[in-house]
């Protein structure tokens, strides 16, 4: 078993790394995914005889890696899931793009349309049918070899959000052949995107909780050593 990297736990919610190129929850292709490691995990390591309860909270993207928080009771479920849509939790993500964006730091604003189907999005910069709005600040973290490592704090939560953002800064993610980036990342199974923090309330007890962890990426490896 490909045990996952834990970096909290508690009685009601367990926070994980997933892996770039690994899915969250599974789906119609039948391959392994983040959700069910981590359910067999929990089932080994506590020696448990049924069914495991793990709640899906929050979801990356399959290319994406980073920090993902499961709730392991309902009570941890219901209570982290209105965390999210009320949008209190603190997502902080590390986006590696080709290029640097004219300003060090600023604000996106775009309204969003998904095509499901296809799973691609569009970005406008006014509302149009079936669009929605989505918001995120970034800054400027580092930059090296035509490259630029940016940090990036979304206030909204739409599909694909960060990655049409980038594009539209003139800088797309790194390996991201989808929208506009040169050349693929970790042999095309990837793009340089990873969720290197979520700041949230204990589902019991309201203290912060504070999960966080630093892409291996060999792209700026000495800033995530050091910061």
Not at 64 to 70: A, E, L, N, Q
Request: charged share 25%; aromatic share 8%; proline share 6%.
């Amino acid at each position: 078993m490909n045990a996952p990297h834990v970096v909290f736990e508690d009685n009601h919610c367990i926070a994980v790394v997933k892996p770039h190129g690994l899915l969250t929850q599974g789906d119609a292709t039948g391959d392994d995914s983040l959700l069910e490691r981590v359910r067999a995990f929990i089932k080994e390591r506590d020696a448990k005889p049924g069914n495991v309860f793990l709640g899906l909270i929050h979801r990356l993207d399959r290319p994406v890696g980073g920090i993902v928080v499961f709730a392991k009771t309902s009570k941890g479920a219901a209570r982290l899931s209105e965390q999210f849509r009320v949008h209190s939790v603190t997502k902080t993500y590390w986006a590696a793009v080709e290029g640097a964006p004219r300003a060090d730091h600023g604000e996106v604003k775009q309204w969003i349309v998904k095509d499901e189907r296809a799973n691609v999005a569009t970005a406008h910069d006014h509302e149009v049918p079936g669009s929605k709005y989505a918001e995120l600040s970034y800054r400027v973290l580092a930059r090296e070899d035509g490259k630029s490592l940016i940090e990036v704090k979304p206030v909204t939560g739409r599909s694909h959000q960060i990655r049409l953002a980038m594009k539209s800064l003139g800088t797309p993610i790194v390996g991201d052949l989808k929208y506009g980036a040169r050349a693929p990342f970790l042999e095309g199974k990837a793009i340089a995107l990873f969720a290197v923090s979520l700041d949230f309330a204990s589902p019991v007890g309201g203290s912060p909780i504070k999960a966080e962890s630093r892409p291996e990426w060999p792209l700026f490896a000495g800033f995530a050593r050091n910061s």
